[in-house]
């Protein structure tokens, strides 16, 4: 295990000057892509991972980038980031705050933002790979830097891994993602076990009827009425069972029934939600009879003691006083996507954006008003994923 002084040493001599960082971060900020349509972004990002040195495939999985650089006899560390935006109207006021609108892959023009930070943590990571690169004779190993596509509608890592990603990279032994959140800026926060929930989505469908020769609709068997049941059922089963302290969470995303100007209805479609931390709580108390699909959206991301442990100890001794608690976020992240096959271990973590000065914490993730400060957050980012990879490589 490398000392504190030494890494802290390595990290302020090599770290590159942030500010074509922090102009990469605004650029992106005020061009954002939606998920699967993010070609320029990737093409700023291969240009970018070209000049640094790197071998960069590109085109993986739609837009998915990799950049590959090996340095010696050592372990392979796999760090990923996001290119995609969300479709929402910014209502921020920085000057780089983006206008832009654009068509998504389902054909539906929306407005479009990078209000889950996704843009900083490109630019860090980024930022990291150029760090590594200028401090490659005090480490030995080999970095695949990865930019995902389509991380908001979690099929971006699959869609890369279908593609064929490993067989243009060697499989890591060891995956490194991080999050921008709403901690105050210059914060970072690890821990082990679970970080991010899992999501599967389970669609419905009540079939209705029938009406016994009857005319009257009172007669028929109502989805609607049965279809409201089980939505609320549902919402009682998670309380009662599962307990509201435990997480696990059960959202009605959709419910469609009928034919306007028809009183006969013959089925209801239900489309439900549902995060866990637990797999054996998915679904609990869904009814047989009608017809059930069941798809996993996200699997549930949980960090492994093993990678996580001498990453704490280094953060610690670094971040000191800025180190956060990091607790079970309800959102889902599909990064442990490209290790699971093979059982890779990885460690997910945090770092904050919160202007130092605020009085209010930055509004949350996917809000239009999220406008994180640059320069701080930028650096703990910068900082954070290169101190995680050296806790691996440095020599
Ligand atoms: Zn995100």
């Known amino acids: ?36 349509m993010e070609k320029e972004t990737a093409e700023k990002v291969a240009a970018h991972l070209t000049r640094l040195g790197f071998t960069v495939h590109s085109g993986i999985g739609g837009h998915g980038v990799v950049g590959v650089f090996q340095n010696g006899e050592g372990k392979t560390i796999l760090m990923g980031a996001e290119l995609d935006a969300l479709p929402i109207l910014e209502q921020t006021t920085v000057p780089y705050r983006s206008e832009r609108r654009m068509v998504d892959r389902y054909g539906n023009e929306r407005p479009t933002m990078h209000a889950c930070g996704h843009d900083m943590n490109m630019a860090a990571l980024l930022a990291a790979a150029d760090l590594l690169k200028a401090a490659a004779h005090r480490w030995k190993g080999t970095l695949l830097v990865v930019f995902q596509p389509e991380e908001e509608e979690l099929s971006g890592a699959k869609a890369m891994l279908d593609d064929g990603f490993y067989d243009l990279v060697p ?15 210059g914060t970072v926060a690890i821990r082990s076990g679970p970080v991010l929930v899992a999501a599967d989505t389970i669609r419905i469908r009540v079939i209705g009827g029938p009406c016994e020769g009857s005319i009257n609709p009172q007669f028929c068997v109502d989805p609607i009425l049965l279809g409201t049941r089980i939505v609320s059922g549902l919402q009682d089963a998670v309380t009662k069972e599962v307990g509201q302290d435990e997480d696990a969470t059960v959202a009605c995303w959709g419910f469609h029934a009928g034919v306007p100007g028809n009183d006969y209805v013959a089925y209801a479609d239900i489309l439900l939600d549902i995060k866990t931390i637990k797999p054996d709580c998915r679904a609990a108390g869904v009814p047989r009879d009608p017809e059930i699909n069941h798809s996993v959206r996200a699997p549930l991301t949980s960090n492994h003691e093993c990678i996580v442990k001498p990453i704490d100890r280094i953060f610690r001794d670094y971040f000191t006083s800025n180190m956060a608690d990091m607790a079970l976020v309800r959102s889902t992240e599909d990064f442990s996507v490209f290790g699971a096959a093979h059982n890779v271990p990885y460690a997910y973590w945090n770092f904050g954006g919160t202007p130092m000065d605020a009085e209010e914490p930055l509004p949350t993730n996917h809000s239009p008003y999220f406008a994180p400060e640059v320069d701080l957050t930028l650096k703990t980012g910068t900082d954070a994923m290169v101190l995680a990879a050296l806790a691996f490589l440095a020599t």
């Open 1 to 36: 295990m490398p000392g504190s002084a030494h890494l802290r040493d390595l990290v302020e001599t090599h770290r590159p000057n942030l500010t074509q960082y922090a102009d990469f971060y605004r650029d992106v900020h005020q061009h954002p892509e939606v998920a699967a």
């Open 171 to 185: 499989v890591p032994d060891i995956m490194l993602g991080q999050h921008l959140v709403p901690t105050r800026a």
